[in-house]
């Protein structure tokens, strides 16, 4: 006997609507806004267990420091265009209610003579207060935002952070650290890079220098050269001689156990030309891990390329054509210096190591990383 169809089977069951998505709460959320010498980038944030999620972000190039190099003056033009980014950052601070946040303006306004007369126009128009960072806590938030990349077998670490108009890199030395230890052991270096005696494993920090040459200010150096490869070769030859006060330059390092850590818009878009993306995926580029040779060989593709060539590459794009060529002269110099088995590239920098450092400080990072 087949067995009887209980009661109600086949009816359409009664719809279930779905909770609507819970909006964050704005006592949570923190900003990070970084103003460089390029581009401006926002990032609203709030904590989720030992890391982050993002709300909101916003990113554009305002060209601050167009005509610095030659002026050491803002123009008004950059520092009206500013401004407009400025403004939208704020309506989305406002829109979020955000209370904790940290807004940071970086080597544009270190070097230029009018930048006191431009955050008050800032603050005037826009309301938000711009902080003028040293050199050394660029490079340290750079470095905290990049920990999770570090491998637990790398004992020697150089973290390259490639800006617009300056290029900090700092180098670690791991060796006296376990290593299941040695990403918390980068973390830490949020409270200085010579913090005072700790319980816990201390990353060394060997050696940190900022070299006032990023993408925008190092070609601004080599306008005037019109052959292409000429200029990326003195670019590229330019940026290491200013390396020489840099105490592991002399030095010759092994390629096992070193790692280095690329932070900017020229290693991933290098990145991305590796991968042949046709479009930029952030899941496939951060945390990719490259050679020396894989790097050189996305370089002398682009020098083949062409300027024009290179505005048509959808993984470069127009923005980003009249940049890569110093950037990437930049990379190749460090690469020249220190080949590498294991460069690391992340997507992540300043805006991250600004929302590690403010949630650390408030305690509201579970087991938090600090």
């Not at 505005?311 to 930049?330: E, T, V």
Request: net charge positive.
């Amino acid at each position: 006997m087949a067995p009887k169809r209980p009661r109600g089977a086949g009816a359409f069951p009664k719809p279930v609507e779905s909770p609507a998505p819970k909006p964050p709460d704005t006592a949570e959320l923190y900003a990070a806004l970084d103003l460089g010498t390029n581009s401006c980038r926002m990032l609203i944030a709030q904590p989720k267990g030992s890391q982050f999620h993002v709300v909101d972000s916003f990113s554009k190039s305002v060209q601050l420091g167009a005509g610095l190099e030659s002026t050491g003056r803002l123009s008004r033009a950059s520092m009206t265009r500013t401004i407009q980014a400025l403004r939208i950052c704020q309506q989305k601070l406002k829109r979020h209610k955000v209370k904790h946040m940290r807004l940071v303006a970086t080597e544009a306004c270190r070097r230029a003579k009018n930048s006191r007369d431009f955050i008050r126009r800032v603050k005037r128009e826009t309301g938000l207060q711009l902080e003028i960072i040293q050199p050394e806590e660029e490079a340290r938030l750079a470095v905290i935002s990049c920990a999770p990349l570090v491998s637990t077998k790398t004992e020697q670490l150089l973290v390259v952070d490639i800006g617009g108009g300056s290029t900090e890199l700092v180098w670690i030395d791991l060796t006296s650290v376990p290593m299941r230890d040695r990403p918390r052991a980068i973390m830490r270096l949020h409270a200085g890079f010579h913090p005072s005696d700790s319980p816990f494993p201390a990353a060394k920090v060997v050696d940190w220098i900022s070299v006032p040459l990023g993408v925008a200010t190092l070609r601004d150096q080599f306008r005037d050269v019109t052959d292409d490869s000429a200029r990326f070769a003195l670019m590229s030859w330019f940026f290491e001689e200013n390396l020489s006060e840099f105490a592991p330059y002399a030095k010759d390092q092994a390629r096992e156990g070193f790692q280095i850590v690329g932070t900017s818009g020229t290693v991933t878009t290098v990145a991305a030309s590796h991968l042949g993306l046709k479009r930029y995926d952030r899941t496939k580029v951060d945390g990719l891990r490259m050679t020396s040779d894989q790097i050189d060989k996305v370089i002398r593709n682009y020098l083949m390329l062409g300027p024009q060539g290179r505005r048509r590459d959808p993984r470069i794009g127009q923005d980003r054509q009249a940049l890569i060529m110093s950037g990437a002269a930049i990379l190749q110099a460090l690469l020249r210096c220190w080949p590498t088995d294991r460069l690391s590239v992340a997507d992540r920098g300043l805006r991250e190591g600004l929302l590690y450092a403010q949630m650390s400080a408030d305690g509201v990072l579970e087991d938090g990383p600090f």
